[in-house]
């Protein structure tokens, strides 16, 4: 037999079988509608039938009647009156006995009129209405005009015989009035929706298809997801980061059903990812665990070797503080400020963009404004990456080209004791002048021990290596979950992304001026550009800077130097975040 034969009996063979599946659908779903019987019950000549009940008002405070005081096609129409009790649902219900059937649909038609109330509620179920979240509420118009309401219930297979149907209306407090007139209660029972033909049934499925609820937002927030996975695939900007962090956002706006409901990945109820963030990004864990394995990867020798840089990273934080106040002042501008306002927690949050470190920035956040740790950590992890574009232009406009070609003396070698001694060091000055900082440091200086003690390589290897890996996999993919439509699409967000730029770039000048003070304070033995590595952006910012000096001298060498700052800096970001924390 040949290829070609094969595929036309297995090709025919799936059409039968999908054909067959759909007969025995469609007939299913025929004989399963059974006949349709429908009982009316019609106007309110009288007021058999009828119950009053309320949910929140005193039940002597209230009353139902019949009313002929307002001329209408019947004779009577149903008032329900409250006043002086309070706030609450008055109501009338009536319950019918529907028998064994697989399916019901219940449907209220009547006229109504109502005063001084915050809106007329309905309801259908199985049980009585005992909550006002049993209720939906339907719109209405003045109170000086009778309007049409029609309001349908479906139950696709109720466990109990009775059914139970409610109106009413949400009293304010004062004197409140609901007439209804000409109704029409409608019961069809076995009017099963899942359908009586195959149409019906793809209709059915059509309607759980989460895409129908996505909106425009959605589309463009997922658009911006593919950009970030162009960027970090094509481009090479981050993509350890950028690409989980892109799935992320592009998940989180793919709406899915369960139970009936509209969710995504990220919701409380149904969402996978919710579970993940609230035991690791909401408690802080993976932000501190990335910094295990950045101090397991860490070596301190350059600072060691030349303590003096370490100003050079306290410098760089000015970009901090300098966005802070910003972002702050923001509020009080003619207009813009009627637009875009931050409080002091989300402008310490956005400031921290500044430090160039994404786990500090996502820590930081967390504890200060938890709905802005999706902006915020885009915009950090963005300008890491753009470190090579951003920080060239700053660090040639603050200085000349007779500080950048200048050659620094090779660094002193840093024994063994002195890289142990040196975490401990940090540990005890950190507990001692900044305690809300100890978090970060204590766990960046645990993963340099276990780095140089030279005892646990196993312990180093999984710090910086499997465990790093793993936590940057779901750090990044919650970061990016947190990024849905509605939170994202905001003036604030191009605030941040403004201010979390300026943020940066104030922190490379800071750098770069420290660098011209020590230039000139050593007598022209300190290049000024190793000062733009004081971010913390590492090793990119110290890449940059050996870049930018080999242009002006190719027998220039800073990578080494600037390590010294750049290695401060993050030990300044985990400082400055702790400065944060504990002010405001």
């Known amino acids: 037999m040949t290829i070609a034969r094969k595929r036309s009996l297995v090709v ?10 759909l007969i025995v659908i ?11 019987e429908k009982d009316v019950f019609t106007t309110f000549d009288s007021f058999d039938g009828w119950a009053g009940a309320s949910v929140g008002v005193d039940d002597g405070s209230w009353n139902v009647s019949l009313d002929s005081s307002i001329p209408r096609s019947k004779p009577y129409a149903l008032l329900i009156s409250a006043g002086g ?59 000086d005009q009778y309007q049409g309401i029609e309001e349908s219930f479906k139950f696709e297979t109720p466990d109990e015989r009775r059914i139970f149907v409610a109106i009413g209306m949400n009293s304010s407090g004062g004197i409140s009035e609901l007439r209804i007139d000409d109704m ?15 149409i019906d049934f793809v209709e059915r499925f059509a309607g759980t298809l989460g895409f129908i609820t996505m909106s425009w937002k959605n589309f463009l927030m997922i658009g911006i997801s593919l950009v970030l996975f162009f960027l970090a695939i094509k481009k090479n900007f981050e993509p350890l980061l950028l690409v989980p962090i892109a799935f992320g956002i592009f998940i989180v706006n793919v709406p899915y059903f369960i139970s009936g409901s509209t969710v995504n990945i990220m919701s409380p109820d149904g969402g996978a990812l919710n579970i993940v963030y609230t035991l690791g990004v909401a408690t802080e864990l993976f932000p501190l665990l ?68 994404g786990p500090t920035t996502i820590y930081t956040a967390t504890q200060l404004a938890p709905h802005l740790v999706g902006p915020v950590a885009i915009a950090a992890y963005s300008y890491m990456a753009l470190v090579p574009i951003i920080q060239p232009p700053i660090m040639m406009a603050l200085t000349t080209k007779k500080e950048r070609s200048v050659k620094m003396e090779q660094l002193r070698p840093v024994s063994q004791t002195e890289k142990l001694i040196f975490p401990f060091a940090c540990i005890i000055l950190t507990a001692l002048l900044i305690p809300a900082a100890i978090p970060l440091v204590g766990m960046l200086m645990f993963g340099n021990i276990l780095k140089v003690c030279g005892v646990v390589d196993r312990l180093s290897e999984t710090a910086k290596n499997a465990l ?40 490379t000048a800071g750098g770069v001026l420290m660098g011209k003070l020590m230039y000139i304070t050593s007598g022209g033995k300190v290049n000024p550009l190793i000062g733009a590595a004081g971010v913390s952006a590492v090793p990119m910012a110290a890449r940059v800077v050996q870049k930018v000096g080999q242009r002006e001298n190719p027998g220039n060498y800073l990578l080494m130097h600037a390590m ?21």
């Open 85 to 143: 009790a309070g706030t609450g649902i008055v109501y009338i219900q009536r319950s019918e006995d529907i028998g064994m059937t697989a399916a019901i649909k219940v449907t209220l038609r009547f006229q109504v009129r109502i005063e001084n109330t915050t809106g007329l509620v309905v309801y259908a179920g199985v049980d009585r209405p005992e909550r006002a979240e049993d209720f939906i509420t339907v719109p209405t118009v003045g109170s």
């Open 468 to 507: 790093m890996n793993t936590i940057v996999i779901l750090l990044s993919i919650c970061v990016g979950a947190t990024m849905n439509a509605d939170t994202f699409l905001q003036a604030k967000t191009l605030g941040i992304i403004a201010l979390g730029l300026a943020a940066f770039a104030l922190g």
């Open 26 to 36: 469609s007939g299913s779903a025929k004989s399963s509608g059974g006949a349709v």
């Open 290 to 357: 990335v910094f295990l394995g950045i101090g397991a990867m860490t070596d301190f020798g350059p600072l060691i070797a030349n303590p003096k840089t370490a100003l050079l990273g306290g410098a760089a934080q000015f970009g901090i503080f300098g966005a802070l106040f910003v972002a702050v002042g923001i509020g009080y501008v003619p207009f813009i400020g009627d637009i875009i306002h931050y409080t002091i927690q989300e402008a310490a949050s956005i400031a921290i963009i500044g430090s160039a470190d």
């Open 184 to 198: 029409e209660l409608v019961i069809e029972k076995g009017a099963r929706e899942s359908g009586r033909s195959i």
């Open 12 to 21: 025919m063979f799936y059409g039968i079988l999908a054909i067959s599946l």
């Open 564 to 584: 010294g700052p750049n290695v401060a800096g993050v030990i300044g970001s985990a400082v400055a975040a702790g400065v944060l924390l504990a002010l405001v």
